[in-house]
C-alpha cells in the first residue's frame, strides 16, 4: 500500500510539474505551520485554477520530509488579495498517505509590487484521523516580460 501511494503522488507531482512547462509565469513560496515548513513551486496564482507542488523540508528537530501536489480554484480575484480553495494529496514520513481541503487568502500588500503576496492557509485533512493545519508564508510570482 505504501508504494502504491507513493507511486501515486510521484504520478502527481509529475503531472503538476508538466502543467508548469506549458505555463510561462510560475510562482514560489516558503510556508510555515509551526515546527514544520513547506517550499512550493506552482503556476501562476492570479489565473482562475493553478496548481502547486510542495516538498515537506523537516529540520534537526522534526527530520520528515514529504510531498504534496495541490489544485486550487480562485474564487474571488481583486488587486489586494485573492480567496482559493482546493484539493491537497500528499505524502510524508510522518503519516504516510493525506488528503485535504485547503481555504487560502493571499494578500498583496505592495500596490506597485502585485507579484509579491502574503499567504494564510487552512486545510481540513485527513491523515489516519481527521486533523487541522495552518500555514502562513511568502510567494511570490514570477512574471514573464512582453
Do not use: C
Request: charged fraction near 15%.
Amino acid at each position: 500500500m505504501k508504494t502504491n501511494l507513493t507511486i501515486f503522488v510521484l504520478f502527481i507531482f509529475l503531472f503538476v510539474m508538466r502543467a508548469f512547462e506549458a505555463n510561462a509565469q510560475i510562482h514560489a513560496g516558503i510556508y510555515n505551520e509551526g515546527i514544520l515548513n513547506h517550499i512550493g513551486v506552482g503556476t501562476d496564482p492570479e489565473k482562475k485554477f493553478f496548481g502547486e507542488a510542495r516538498i515537506l523540508a523537516g529540520g534537526i528537530i522534526n527530520p520528515f520530509l514529504g510531498l504534496e501536489a495541490l489544485v486550487h480554484y480562485n474564487f474571488r480575484n481583486t488587486n489586494w488579495y485573492n480567496m482559493h480553495a482546493g484539493l491537497m494529496l500528499g505524502y510524508n514520513e510522518i503519516n504516510d498517505g493525506q488528503v485535504g481541503v485547503p481555504l487560502g487568502l493571499s494578500f498583496k500588500p505592495i500596490a506597485n509590487h502585485r507579484q509579491f503576496s502574503l499567504l494564510l492557509e487552512a486545510t481540513p485533512m485527513y491523515a489516519y484521523n481527521f486533523t487541522f493545519r495552518a500555514l502562513i508564508g511568502l510567494r511570490y510570482t514570477f512574471r514573464k516580460e512582453d
